[in-house]
């Protein structure tokens, strides 16, 4: 048999069966069959054939054996030729069994002033793998599972649970039907950046540095009255890379469950961070709460004074060539990578450090960078005299001093800060949201006025307090470096005279 270019294929894959139709003679001739090897090398008359060897190829797909009469492969061939094509591709599959797949190509082929058809039928490893997924996996777990060849932007949807109430189209072109679909059940805040990252030229850029594509979505089901958790994820399917399975699944349970252990956790974690006499942060609850804070405080400082100075290069270079900066814009554009996607609804509440009270627990750091030098201040507290009280009046006395300077410091506190007893007699207080280092000046006068009215039995005993304060500002965004200074600060308000506030420590100090 004279062999071309467009059974080169065949070598790549398990032949079932290779056919040679004459229009003219309504003849076939057997190449190969290995279903019916009997059959090999001889000749056949091509309408009977069809009602014998075709019916067993073929037997779940009555169909196909209409396609392939003399009569509408003449049909086909002349309507491929004025297309300019050669070949005709069909993907079969056994409707018994989804693992039964097969590729079935008709190639025509002029020769010697004759059109044969070479009909090739073989067994697709891929498909019936995939189909295999399907079968086993998506539809216990799945609510929709959608092939998509990269190609041609086109989708098939292979599975879909009939329980929920956001499903695609089963096929189509898939930018066409993605904008339509998420405009219809995506929330507005999330609909273009859902459908900028799910476009298939963007999930292929990602798939090309990563493995899979993973994000987590939400939406209110009104007819069970919950708020489900979807989990959507995209993955490259065999070695060319033409094809993305995009599947997802429901994630609510696994989410409650989940949610139920981190609160769990936050409230061991808060009685193992709270002072249990003042209701503060113990001393490393303080500490824990203070150094993240500041870390992200100065990762805040840091962002703004970078794109303070690149806008400040960029001024500089307002002198370039206009065709030069547009040309330099275009190809930024052209280069940019696309983002990593980010979880619209992570399945773990972000930040799930404890809480304690209300007022200590930071609900949106990002607001804290609002302000221009995104400054916070320390604040560390002594109380005077505290010793006198346990002296004269026994331990119940000075707990109840430590419970009304507690009492005092939450007063004075916005959401964003905290405040921790840090043992005996000593608090501190990290002050978050600051116009200005005055402000902190005068919170701590605050506190150390009403320490100042706290009245202890017969009145013998005054307690104030002494008071240090160091700035971000001033001395940057490491906690043990402040503390340390407003410690000296204390040191030195004890050394002057006690009931005071000190911000500077000279040299000589």
């Known amino acids: 048999m004279e062999r071309f270019n467009e059974l080169e294929f065949l070598g790549n894959k398990l032949c079932i069966a290779l056919l040679r139709v004459d229009f003219d003679a309504d003849e076939v001739y057997v190449i190969s069959n290995s279903l019916r090897e009997v059959e090999n090398g001889r000749t056949f008359n091509w309408t009977t054939y069809t009602l014998t060897g075709i019916q067993n190829l073929f037997s779940s797909n009555p169909s196909i054996r209409q396609e392939l009469t003399s009569n509408a492969l003449k049909r086909a061939a002349i309507e491929v030729q004025m297309n300019g094509q050669r070949v005709i591709h069909k993907e079969l599959m056994h409707t018994a069994e989804l693992s039964a797949m097969y590729n079935l190509n008709i190639i025509f082929k002029n020769e ?51 329980s929920d109430t956001a499903v695609p189209i089963l096929a189509g072109c898939y930018t066409e039907e993605m904008h339509r679909y998420n405009k219809i059940y995506v929330a507005p805040e999330d609909y273009q950046y859902i ?158 450090s404890p809480s304690q009270t209300p007022e200590l627990h930071p609900t949106n750091l990002e607001d804290i960078g609002d302000y221009n030098d995104s400054s916070c201040a320390l604040i560390f507290i002594d109380l005077d005299n505290f010793k006198a009280v346990n002296d004269k009046f026994g331990h119940p006395a000075g707990d109840e001093v430590l419970r009304q300077t507690a009492n005092i410091i939450k007063g004075e506190l916005q959401s964003y800060d905290c405040a921790g007893r840090m043992g005996g007699d000593e608090f501190e207080i990290l002050l978050t949201k600051l116009n200005n280092n005055e402000q902190a000046i005068e919170i701590a006068q605050h506190i150390l006025e009403r320490v100042e009215a706290i009245y202890i039995a017969d009145g013998s005993v005054q307690v104030s307090c002494s008071i240090g304060i160091a700035y971000s500002n001033e001395h940057g965004h490491d906690y043990r470096t402040l503390v340390d200074y407003a410690d000296k600060c204390v040191y030195l308000a004890k050394a002057q005279g006690k009931g005071r506030i000190i911000t500077k420590v000279n040299a000589e100090s």
């Open 112 to 162: 010697h002033n004759k059109l044969y058809a070479y009909i090739a039928v073989s067994r697709d490893n891929d498909q019936r793998l995939l189909h295999s997924i399907v079968k086993t996996f998506v539809f216990n777990s799945c609510d929709y599972f959608v092939k998509i060849d990269v190609p041609t932007d086109q989708f098939v949807m292979l599975a879909a649970a009939q």
């Open 195 to 352: 459908t900028d990252i799910m476009e298939v030229k963007n999930m292929v850029k990602i798939l090309e540095r990563q493995k899979k594509l993973v994000f987590y979505s939400g939406h209110f089901d009104s007819k069970s009255g919950v708020y489900k958790r979807k989990k959507l994820e995209a993955r490259y399917f065999g070695n060319n890379k033409n094809v993305i399975l995009l599947y997802r699944t429901d994630i609510t349970q696994l989410y409650n469950q989940e949610l139920q252990k981190v609160q769990r956790l936050e409230k061991m974690l808060e009685r193992a961070y709270t002072d249990a006499l003042t209701g503060l942060l113990n001393h490393q609850g303080m500490e824990n709460r203070a150094e993240s804070l500041l870390e992200h405080l100065g990762v805040i400082a840091k962002r703004r004074f970078s794109n303070i100075a690149t806008f400040d290069s960029k001024q500089d270079k307002t002198s370039l060539k206009t065709e030069d900066t547009a040309s330099t814009v275009e190809h930024s554009q052209d280069d940019a990578p696309i983002e990593i996607p980010r979880p619209i609804s992570a399945i773990l509440p972000i930040g799930s």
